[in-house]
């Protein structure tokens, strides 16, 4: 069992590897750029793999030792009493220590729960799902067999190295963008410090938002790991680690909806800011030697309502606005934003969906949104594949809460639907018919 849990670490690292080394080979390409960091740049992307590998963890060994059961029925005189008094039983079984029973439930599910919980509050922990041919299944597992992740060490060391080394990646990373190398300058580091603290700011208080929802609704979460890459935007964004699961879908839903709020509440601001001292481009002009001309305020809805808002009507003449470093970690914000509340897997997008629709309806819209991503990558715009393909990897199935039957409020599920109104307007581009309404430079007139 050791050799087959160590192997099955070890096959996660080269997961890991073989998913980092397309983008390893893309960015020492020629004309990459990274050729000239030599040593340093191989050392950040060795340190890159341990910290993603020690981050995803080896399998838990709690495993070792156990064996498989055969599946069997639980007759009517082994069903527990608080079981019998909640639901009718319709079916039941019991596989390693797991029991289910399948049924109607004689009250509200939430009532069911609570009633559960205070029962079998020692040594097993209750589930109430959605079962579709008797319509509640309750599950009971006990807690030797919920994974170790409660005990696993807190380290907060680790937290501060990612967050230093991201500030310096994203920092690098900034000054890079304005043309300066600070591997051969490190004296100019300051150029890079506009996009490494809005960046981090809009990362931060996205992935706190997260954690202190969580620490409301009483769950177990870690800090957030912030993710250093010696390349490219300087950073593969943050996360947090859930050590214990949602209770109920409302505290899976004010969790996931937490971050993203409270990310565009640092990016917008940050956006507003950062356009005051960017570069608006005359017409479909060209800036510089690599023809990089600049982002056009009409690609989102909510980017040229904030560009109006910033420039005013400055934007008559043009369309296209060359971002200031601040600028762009906003706009960065709003992109990464995006990203999250898309309604797949355990993105914060999927959590809401989730938690609005139900399992079932919730995987659908998640294999439909995934397709979506990869259909518009490969016709729309191409820089999406590389999310894509993160998203991808890392969406996975998020675990369902225990009480899974419980609906939302009406009011949250109002702000489920602005969220995701909110995600509409960062990815839908400004109609042409509202270029001259919004008195914006349109270039297709």
Not at 141 to 158: F, N, T
Not at 292 to 311: E, I, N, R
Not at 331 to 346: C, E, M, R, Y
Not at 379 to 405: C, E, N, Q, T, Y
Request: net charge neutral.
């Amino acid at each position: 069992m050791k050799n087959e849990i160590r192997t099955q670490g070890w096959l996660r690292l080269l997961l890991v590897l073989a998913c980092l080394l397309p983008l390893t080979i893309l960015f020492l390409l020629p004309g990459g750029g990274l050729m000239a960091g030599g040593l340093w740049f191989w050392m950040f992307l060795l340190l890159c793999f341990w910290m993603l590998f020690v981050m995803i963890g080896t399998p838990s060994e709690q495993a070792e030792g156990t064996s498989v059961e055969e599946l069997r029925s639980v007759p009517d005189s082994e069903q527990p009493q608080p079981i019998t008094e909640v639901m009718e039983v319709k079916a039941a079984t019991e596989q390693a220590g797991i029991r289910v029973f399948r049924g109607r439930l004689r009250e509200p599910a939430e009532a069911v729960y609570e009633r559960l919980k205070q029962a079998f509050s020692d040594e097993t922990v209750p589930l109430v799902q959605e079962d579709q041919q008797f319509g509640a299944a309750i599950t009971l597992m006990p807690k030797s067999l919920q994974p170790a992740a409660l005990e696993q060490p807190v380290r907060p060391w680790v937290h501060w190295l990612l967050f230093g080394l991201t500030v310096l990646t994203t920092t690098w990373a900034g000054a890079a963008h304005q043309g300066e190398n600070l591997l051969l300058q490190p004296e100019r580091f300051s150029v890079g410090l506009p996009y490494s603290l809005g960046l981090m700011a809009i990362l931060g208080v996205h992935e706190l938002g997260h954690y202190f929802m969580a620490r409301r609704h009483g769950l177990q979460v870690t800090l957030p790991y912030f993710i250093p890459v010696p390349f490219a935007l300087g950073t593969f964004g943050a996360f947090i680690q859930m050590r214990s699961p949602s209770e109920n879908r409302r505290a899976l839903f004010d969790v996931a909806v937490a971050g993203p709020l409270a990310g565009l509440s640092i990016a917008i601001p940050a956006l507003l800011m950062g356009l005051q001292s960017s570069i608006l481009v005359p017409g479909d002009f060209a800036l510089g030697p690599n023809n990089v001309g600049g982002t056009s305020v009409g690609s989102s809805v909510l980017f040229a309502l904030v560009s109006k808002l910033a420039l005013g009507d400055a934007l008559e003449y043009s369309h296209l606005v060359r971002l200031s470093p601040l600028a762009f970690a906003g706009w960065l914000g709003l992109l990464v934003t995006a990203l999250n509340l898309l309604p797949i897997g355990q993105l914060d997008g999927g959590h809401i969906s989730r938690a609005m629709f139900g399992g079932r309806i919730g995987n659908t819209i998640s294999i439909v949104a995934m397709w979506s991503l990869f259909l518009l990558a490969l016709f729309v715009w191409p820089g999406l594949m590389m999310w894509a393909i993160i998203v991808f990897f890392i969406a996975g199935k998020g675990a369902p809460p225990l009480d899974d039957m419980t609906p939302l409020t009406p009011r949250r599920r109002w702000l489920g639907y602005a969220t995701f109104g909110i995600l509409g307007l960062i990815l839908a581009p400004l109609p042409h018919s509202l270029w001259s309404a919004a008195r914006i430079h349109c270039p297709y007139l």
